[in-house]
């Protein structure tokens, strides 16, 4: 499968999500061991005024052209670029959910190295801002995937906002 058509079947998937929350169905009301039985949790199914849905946030990760590119309910929010793993270190492809956020993070393996707004996404790999933006476009990390501390910053917010649940990190290789 290609990576377009990837990304395309995940935005639907999101949406698809995006809407299985906004309904009340989550995790706990399916049945055990997967069933796709629905339990009924006496919900309505309709919104009410009061309540705001939250948006699915797809965060799309581009090790080849070393960009990141943020979704919004389906729709391109931001292109920015990114700097991953350098050689002798790899930033992990895959499909993840944010782990752990922090306003400010100080490396522990990394000479207490500043980690603004960190989302931490899998084990010790995080999305942050850097000081080091001439170096942004290529690979300079120990793994991490840097951005502009003002991107970082936006990034942060619009998680925070959505939810990690309304969260899906995508790193392509």
Known sequence: MSQKKLIKNLLALGLVFSIWG?????????????????????????TTETETPREAI???????????TV???GEVLYIWKISTG???????????R?????????SRTYNN???????????GYAIHGTTAIGRLGSPASHGCVRLETANAK????????????????????
Do not use: C
């Open 71 to 73: 979704h919004r309910d």
């Open 98 to 106: 944010p782990q752990r956020m922090y306003t400010m993070w100080h």
């Open 86 to 96: 350098r050689a002798g270190y790899k930033t992990p492809g895959g499909s993840y």
């Open 154 to 173: 936006e990034l942060y917010k619009l998680v925070t906002a959505a939810g990690v649940n309304e969260t899906q990190i995508l790193v392509l290789n």
């Open 22 to 46: 906004i309904f009340g169905f989550h995790s706990g009301e399916l049945g055990e061991g997967g069933d796709k039985e629905q339990i009924n949790t006496g919900k309505s199914l309709q």
């Open 58 to 68: 797809i965060v799309e990760i581009d090790i080849a052209k070393q960009i990141m």
């Open 113 to 123: 190295a500043p980690m603004p707004y960190a989302i931490f996404f899998h084990n």
